[in-house]
């Protein structure tokens, strides 16, 4: 295992996961044959470097000269060869900040997933990279693969900060237009947008054949709406407050809720998208494990 010393990583919680490959639904260009499927015939013939054998590679790939010459495992890589790129994308705007009483926040449950995943594609070999958006892209680091950079991406997690309106729709066409290479793209927010809104965003994903995820987190209050006084709402994105009694609310807030969800729900249906809804009173282990483990079944959850 790479080592890494956060507060927002388990090292058993990543152990666990570590047991299951991080895998793309799609063909991605380029990448190490034996772990993530090619639209290509074949792979070059020009020898690139030599990487660690990681459980899952080719075993044709070998090296046994190199394991003679130094007892390791060593898999040839070839010009044509790139290992799956994953692209994390990290909403950071004001709603993030949001927890109910006893919970953590959304950001900090979305630092959980985002690191993780990172760690995952370092530990297996595959470049990470990673995107922070609110109004605009905050911060973005390429893909790359290394353990120095492994750190460069979980020093920006822990430093992040969720402010600012959410402008999720643009970014993603942002994202779309950006990233070239077919990439695996993981969204992680709360996905406070229209659902239609969304739809062309993810089609635009897509298009550019890039395999999306997306984690859904809701807190268990937006879930519930267990408001028993009158209360005051503060838009955490900057919009004016409201004082409300909940109980002349609650049947609307519920059907409204109901109504997003469905629609949300059909939309990632039809657009392929490898969604995951998550209240965050579920440790997050086990979301990841069930996004894992719904790839290596050919498929996301739904």
């Keep these: 295992m790479i080592p890494v010393a956060r507060s927002f990583l388990d090292p058993q919680i ?9 895998v793309s639904r799609h063909a991605m260009q380029g990448n190490v044959s034996g772990r993530h499927a090619s639209p290509h015939r074949g792979s070059s013939v020009e020898f690139a470097e030599y990487r660690k054998y990681v459980p899952g590679d080719d075993l044709r790939r070998l090296d046994w000269r190199a394991f003679g010459r130094t007892d390791r495992y060593y898999v040839k890589e070839f010009e044509a060869d790139t290992n799956l790129r994953c692209c994390v994308v990290l909403d950071t705007s004001g709603s993030m900040a949001y927890a109910s ?20 594609a370092a530990q297996q070999g595959d470049a990470v990279g990673l995107s922070c958006v609110a109004e605009r892209i905050v911060q973005s680091i390429p893909p790359r693969r290394s353990a120095a950079h492994l750190k460069v991406i979980l020093d920006t997690l822990e430093r992040t900060e969720p402010k600012g309106e959410t402008q999720l729709p643009a970014i993603l066409d942002e994202i779309a237009e950006t990233i070239r290479q077919r990439a695996l793209i993981v969204i992680i927010s709360d996905f406070f947008v229209d659902p239609s809104i969304l739809k062309g965003c993810f089609e635009h994903l897509r298009f550019r054949k890039h395999d999306v995820a997306a984690f859904h987190l809701l807190d268990p209050l937006e879930m519930e709406f267990a408001f028993q006084r009158p209360v005051r709402f503060t838009d955490m994105e900057g919009g004016q407050p409201l004082f409300v009694e909940p109980t002349e609310i609650a049947d609307r807030y519920h059907r409204a809720l109901k109504t997003y969800l469905t629609d949300l729900h059909r939309i990632v249906l039809e657009t392929a998208v490898d969604y995951h809804r998550v209240v965050t009173s579920e440790t997050y282990e086990h979301p990841m494990m069930r996004f894992l483990i719904g790839r290596t079944r050919g498929r996301g959850a739904r």
């Excluded at 990543?14 to 991080?22: D, F, G, T």
């Excluded at 009483?101 to 995952?120: N, P």
């Design 14 to 22: 990543l152990s666990r996961l570590s047991s299951v490959p991080l």
């Design 101 to 120: 009483k006893g919970q953590m926040t959304k950001i900090e449950y979305a630092r959980r997933i985002a690191a993780s995943l990172a760690y995952l």
